[in-house]
């Protein structure tokens, strides 16, 4: 069984539009979060989500927002793509607190055209 | 500023050769730290993690880990590299009560058979 999933895996849209990546993780974590990974390979933390509530909201555009239904599912919706978005998106989750390492999701590959 | 700082982004060497990839760290008080691996096309994978006890650390695959608390470093090690182990490394530190993982960004190492 996937610990922790997303879909889509590959995502290919126009700019200006409006899509969602799905997050789901079955391990019974408490914290979930978003990485955006860019071209370069470097991994920037986005959001991050205890027990449902926002707890990280990095300097990211406010066209991106995430959403968390419950505490084993993290949604990210985005608005009004750019290119700029373009990017590997993987989700995470972890266990509250110290001691804990993150799952990472197999990653979402957004490619705005 | 905090961060996490990876040096010799880009690393070729051959198979059987010796491989250590350094990581430091600019973060007081109680750290969390790992490795992470991301085979090409691929997610990412936990090599190895420190929490206390035994600095030195032994992870999957052949890997180990030295933390060095008065250098904030924590350098991975491999002796003898194989062809499969061509993969960008992440090291990332998770700081008490900071909920967030921050990585660095990333040894890319190409090994050739």
């Known amino acids: 069984d996937t610990a922790v999933s997303q879909t889509p895996k590959y995502l290919v849209t126009q700019m200006g539009n409006d899509k969602s990546i799905k997050c789901e993780q079955n391990?019974?974590?408490?914290?979930m979060y978003w990485y955006k990974q860019d071209s370069k390979k470097f991994l920037k933390i986005m959001f991050s989500y205890n027990n449902k509530e926002l707890i990280i909201n990095e300097t990211v555009p406010n066209r991106f927002s995430p959403k968390s239904p419950d505490k084993a599912h993290l949604n990210l919706h985005i608005n009004s793509l750019e290119l700029g978005d373009s990017a590997v998106y993987f989700c995470?989750?972890?266990?509250?607190?110290?001691?804990?390492?993150?799952?990472f999701g197999q990653g979402t590959r957004l490619t705005v055209v | 500023a905090q961060s996490v700082s990876q040096h010799n982004h880009h690393v070729i060497l051959s198979e059987a050769a010796s491989l250590e990839l350094g990581c430091n760290y600019s973060?007081?008080?109680?750290?969390?730290l790992f490795w992470y691996v991301q085979y090409p096309g691929q997610h990412l994978q936990l090599l190895l993690k420190y929490f206390s006890g035994d600095p030195l650390v032994k992870g999957i695959k052949g890997f180990e880990a030295e933390f060095i608390k008065s250098k904030f470093s924590f350098n991975l090690r491999k002796p003898s590299v194989q062809w499969s182990d061509t993969a960008e490394y992440f090291c990332?530190?998770?700081?008490?009560?900071?909920?967030?993982?921050?990585f660095g960004k990333g040894n890319q190492v190409v090994v050739i058979p």
């Open positions: 391990l019974g974590h408490d914290t």
């Open positions: 973060y007081g008080g109680t750290v969390n």
């Open positions: 995470a989750s972890s266990k509250e607190g110290m001691n804990t390492e993150a799952f």
């Open positions: 990332a530190v998770n700081v008490y009560g900071n909920n967030r993982l921050a």
